[in-house]
Antibody
C-alpha cells in the first residue's frame, strides 16, 4: 500500500527547533519528486519545500529560507524537514507529499504549534 | 507568483444537483492544474490532474475542464459525502512557484 506517514510535530517555543520525518512505504522515494506543504489552522494550503530527484535540488518558500532545511534519505525511504528559529506564524499542520501525477499521495499530516 | 482565484468562496447545493467550481489563474498555466478535495480533519485528496484527468478511484461524477487561465471543476449528482473544501493548484511554474487557490467550501443542503 502506497503511504506516507509523518512524525515529529509538537509544541515548541518561538525560536525553537523541530525535525519532521516522513516515512514512505509501498514505493521507492528515490524515483519521485517530493515536498512539504503546510496548512495553518482554518487556512489554505501553502508550499514549504520541494525536492527534485535523487540528487535533489531543493526549493523553499521565501518565508522559511534560511530557517528550514529539507532532506531525503533514499536508503531509509524517508524525507525530513529540519525547522529552526521557529516563529508563531509557522504554526500549521505539515504534510509530506509525493509529486507523481500531480500531488497524488499525501501523508496524514503532523501538527506543529509554535507558542510561548 | 501566479495567483489562483477560486469562486465562489462558499457554495450550497441540494443533493442530486450539480455544482460548478471555478478557478482563474493570473497568467496562463496551460493545463497544468490539479483539483483537491479536503474534508475536515483529513489530508487533501487528489481529484483531477492535468486540468481534466481523474485520479484513480475518483468517480466520474467529478470532471475538470479548462486551459490557459480559466478552469472548472464540476460535480454532478451531489451526495452528502461531497461536502468539503475544494482547492485548485497550478504546478506549471519552475523553479517551483506552485500555488494553490484559497478554496471553495461546498455545502450539501
Amino acid at each position: 500500500q502506497v503511504q506516507l506517514v509523518e512524525s515529529g510535530g509538537g509544541l515548541v517555543k518561538p525560536g525553537g527547533s523541530l525535525r519532521l520525518s516522513c516515512s514512505a512505504s509501498g514505493f521507492s522515494l528515490n524515483y519521485y519528486y517530493m515536498g512539504w506543504i503546510r496548512q495553518a489552522p482554518g487556512k489554505g494550503l501553502e508550499w514549504v519545500s520541494y525536492l527534485s530527484g535523487s540528487s535533489p535540488t531543493i526549493y523553499y518558500v521565501d518565508s522559511v529560507k534560511g530557517r528550514f532545511t529539507a532532506s531525503r534519505d533514499n536508503a531509509k525511504n524517508s524525507l525530513f524537514l529540519q525547522m529552526d528559529n521557529l516563529r508563531v506564524e509557522d504554526t500549521a499542520t505539515y504534510y509530506c507529499v509525493r509529486d507523481g501525477d500531480a500531488l497524488d499521495v499525501w501523508g496524514q499530516g503532523t501538527l506543529v504549534t509554535v507558542s510561548s | 507568483e501566479i495567483v489562483m482565484t477560486q469562486s465562489p468562496a462558499t457554495l450550497s447545493v441540494s443533493p442530486g444537483e450539480s455544482a460548478t467550481l471555478s478557478c482563474r489563474a493570473s497568467q496562463s498555466v496551460s493545463t497544468i492544474v490539479a483539483w483537491f478535495q479536503q474534508k475536515p480533519g483529513q489530508a487533501p485528496r487528489l481529484l483531477i490532474s492535468g486540468a481534466s484527468t481523474r485520479a484513480p478511484g475518483i468517480p466520474d461524477r467529478f470532471s475538470g475542464s479548462g486551459s490557459g487561465t480559466e478552469f472548472t471543476l464540476t460535480i454532478s449528482a451531489l451526495q452528502s459525502e461531497d461536502s468539503a473544501v475544494y482547492y485548485c493548484h497550478q504546478y506549471a511554474t519552475w523553479p517551483p512557484g506552485f500555488t494553490f487557490g484559497r478554496g471553495t467550501k461546498l455545502e450539501i443542503k
